[in-house]
């Protein structure tokens, strides 16, 4: 299977079976990039070092949330918890819904 991230980016999953695809800010599997300013002006990411992971098994492809603010289909993912994903699902590291500039939730 393969990731495709909003900006056209397509990732191959080849991990073996059991083994985490982690996505996060640094020092991971794939390193999404988010720069903010709050309104106190102090800049910083809203992207976990680790935010999530995604990890094939028999049954599946799951992604489980290791952070504030991961997203499936517009619904926020509860933190460690798995959520089986499926063909076309939308996974957001930040709320979909939100202004930009401000906290992710």
Do not use: Y
């Amino acid at each position: 299977g393969s990731l495709e991230f909003g900006d056209g980016t397509v990732v191959r999953l080849e991990n073996p079976l059991g083994v985490r695809f982690v996505i996060g800010r640094e020092n991971c599997d794939f390193e999404a990039k988010d720069v903010w300013t709050s309104p106190t002006k102090q800049t910083g990411s809203r992207i976990s070092r680790e935010h999530c992971n995604i990890r094939r098994e028999q049954g599946g492809v799951f992604v489980q949330n290791t952070s504030v603010s991961t997203w499936l289909n517009g619904q926020k993912i509860k933190r460690n918890v798995e959520e089986l994903l499926q063909n076309g699902d939308e996974l957001h590291l930040l709320n979909p819904n939100h202004v930009d500039g401000g906290c992710p939730d």
